[in-house]
């Protein structure tokens, strides 16, 4: 089976892979301040109740865009399965079959490096990913596998609790869609602003990007397929026709992908 982790700011989350499936899946908080004793000793019990052996861990690879958790992963890695971890970063970026900007090379986040590769080798095709965690990211990526741009803004989660710690009476609500945009009280009120406005921010942000794709690379905007990830993309899905295609573990099997990609590539240079 392979380990997969994915280090993001809000959560981690551990995925097991066995062939091209993905068996087990948990999700745990981020934490710089927590020991890579304190994640293994979580790990181990979770895969105690699930009855997963460890013996059965043969590769593993990890993504993060928080570094402070890189160092205590791969020795949690390491600790747990015996095994070296791929880690998702610049050095393997010549062997992935998407390209990225030579300007973003050190500063674009591994977990958009992992949404390319698997968004542009499923589809072949020019398609922008949405992914909606703490940072509502938008990747476009070109019918030759090349990243043309990414836009990023605070996720919806983020800005509600941004909402609710700077202000004295607005409260945290769930994220839901509202009635109406016509709020008659606080809860359908910030609904309203959030939901339906970051409804709009997405479909505009979709459409720009669309159309300058199209005036860069000559493709039709019609000819870009959209797709969305992340945990929170359930709350705009209702309410708009943009997000064509949808899988919440587009990450996870872009690592899956790239780790494939990297034995490949280590077994021709051995």
């Given amino acids: 089976m392979l380990f997969a982790a994915d280090i993001g700011n809000t959560n981690v989350v551990i995925a097991l892979f066995h062939q091209d499936e993905i068996v087990h899946e948990w999700r745990m908080s981020s934490d710089p301040k927590r020991t890579a004793d304190e994640?293994?000793?979580?790990?181990?019990?979770l895969f105690r109740d699930a009855g997963v052996s460890l013996s059965a861990i043969d590769s593993a690879v990890l993504s993060t865009?928080?570094?402070?958790?890189?160092?205590?992963?791969?020795?949690?890695?390491?600790?747990?399965?015996?095994?070296?971890?791929?880690?998702v970063n610049s050095d393997i970026y010549h062997i992935l079959p998407v390209k990225i900007p030579e300007s973003a090379v050190h500063?674009?986040?591994?977990?958009?490096?992992?949404?390319?590769?698997?968004?542009?080798?499923?589809?072949?095709?020019?398609?922008?990913?949405v992914d909606f965690g703490t940072a509502l990211t938008f990747t476009a990526i070109n019918g030759?596998?090349?990243?043309?741009?990414?836009?990023i803004t605070p996720g919806l989660g983020t800005a509600v609790n941004a909402l609710f710690a700077n202000t004295a009476q607005l409260p945290s609500v769930p994220l839901a869609t509202p009635p109406s945009s016509l709020g008659t009280n606080t809860i359908h009120s910030i609904q309203a602003g959030i939901v339906?406005?970051?409804?709009?921010?997405?479909?505009?942000?979709?459409?720009?990007?669309?159309?300058?794709?199209?005036?860069?690379t000559?493709?039709?905007?019609?000819?870009?397929?959209?797709?969305?990830?992340?945990?929170?993309n359930s709350v705009l899905k209702p309410v708009t026709?943009?997000?064509?295609?949808?899988?919440?573990?587009?990450?996870l099997k872009g690592l899956k992908r790239i780790a494939d990609i990297v034995q490949k590539n280590n077994k021709k240079t051995i």
């Fill in 107 to 129: 500063e674009i986040g591994t977990d958009l490096v992992c949404n390319a590769v698997e968004a542009y080798c499923r589809y072949k095709k020019a398609c922008i990913v």
């Fill in 218 to 232: 000559g493709i039709k905007t019609s000819d870009i397929t959209v797709i969305a990830t992340g945990g929170l």
């Fill in 65 to 87: 865009v928080v570094p402070l958790l890189l160092g205590p992963f791969i020795r949690v890695i390491e600790r747990i399965s015996g095994k070296k971890p791929i880690v």
């Fill in 241 to 251: 026709s943009v997000l064509k295609e949808v899988d919440k573990q587009l990450t």
């Fill in 39 to 45: 994640y293994i000793s979580i790990l181990l019990s």
């Fill in 144 to 151: 030759k596998g090349q990243i043309e741009g990414v836009a």
């Fill in 196 to 216: 339906l406005g970051y409804k709009g921010l997405v479909e505009s942000l979709i459409q720009q990007m669309k159309k300058d794709m199209a005036n860069k």
